[in-house]
């Protein structure tokens, strides 16, 4: 039986590409803390307040990724570039087990991934020794304006949230392996594909 996976629909950057969701508890200290990207989500100021369809969906799938999910289980996905964690964020390993399994069973699309948690990432990818060709892992940096010293091997790139007076201009960055996010998703793909970007810069909304 396919598993039952809810997929989320959107608008504005994200038109056109969906995205599957779980429902995490944030980490209270990063959303204390003004200067991380967490105080200032708008799934947890906004979204997570108001969108009760979206939060029990959330929800839901988080309870289906937290059993592993067998292969044959795993739904096709009718697209060419998919989205995980739009909202949310892994927050265990088995989810981090099926993520890679959905997109192994899905070798026609190819999946953006951002997340928090490489860590987890990192012990789903020693544990089954695959990491399939079209996923694509952008670690989100936690902090405002402040790229990481150090990010997994593994990962394609790393994501950057700068505030309006601190993000660095066209002049300033490296083109070759740096890039700064100012489209819609669907017409750049950046994030989606394996390309020599390191780094995206993205102003804070
Ligand atoms: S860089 Fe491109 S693909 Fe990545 S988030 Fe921005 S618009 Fe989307």
């Known amino acids: 039986m396919t598993a039952d996976i809810h997929i989320s629909k959107h608008e504005a950057k994200?038109?056109?590409?969906?995205?599957?969701?779980?429902?995490?508890?944030?980490?209270?200290?990063?959303?204390?803390?003004?200067?991380?990207?967490?105080?200032?989500c708008y799934w947890y100021t906004r979204h997570r307040v108001c969108y009760h369809n979206l939060n029990d969906a959330m929800k839901r799938n988080l309870k289906v990724f937290n059993k592993l999910i067998p292969i044959d289980e795993m739904p096709w996905m009718n697209a060419a570039y998919f989205r995980y964690s739009s909202f949310g964020d892994i927050?265990?390993?088995?989810?981090?087990?099926?993520?890679?399994?959905?997109?192994?069973?899905?070798?026609?699309?190819?999946?953006?991934w951002w997340t928090k948690r490489?860590?987890?990432?990192?012990?789903?990818?020693?544990?089954?020794?695959?990491?399939?060709?079209?996923l694509v892992l952008n670690v989100s940096a936690k902090y405002l304006n402040k790229p990481m010293k150090y990010v997994p091997c593994f990962a394609d790139r790393q994501f950057v949230v700068w505030t309006k007076d601190k993000i660095p201009k066209q002049k300033q960055i490296n083109k070759e392996?740096?890039?700064?996010?100012k489209k819609q998703c669907k017409d750049c793909l950046v994030c989606y594909t394996k390309n020599n970007i390191k780094i995206v810069h993205e102003e804070l909304k």
Do not use: M, Q, T
């Open 14 to 40: 994200l038109e056109d590409i969906d995205s599957i969701n779980l429902w995490c508890e944030c980490d209270p200290e990063l959303r204390a803390d003004p200067g991380s990207v967490c105080h200032k």
């Open 91 to 112: 927050s265990k390993l088995v989810h981090a087990r099926n993520f890679i399994a959905l997109a192994a069973a899905n070798k026609h699309c190819n999946f953006g």
């Open 118 to 134: 490489p860590e987890l990432i990192e012990k789903a990818v020693l544990k089954d020794n695959y990491w399939p060709g079209n």
């Open 177 to 181: 392996v740096e890039y700064i996010c």
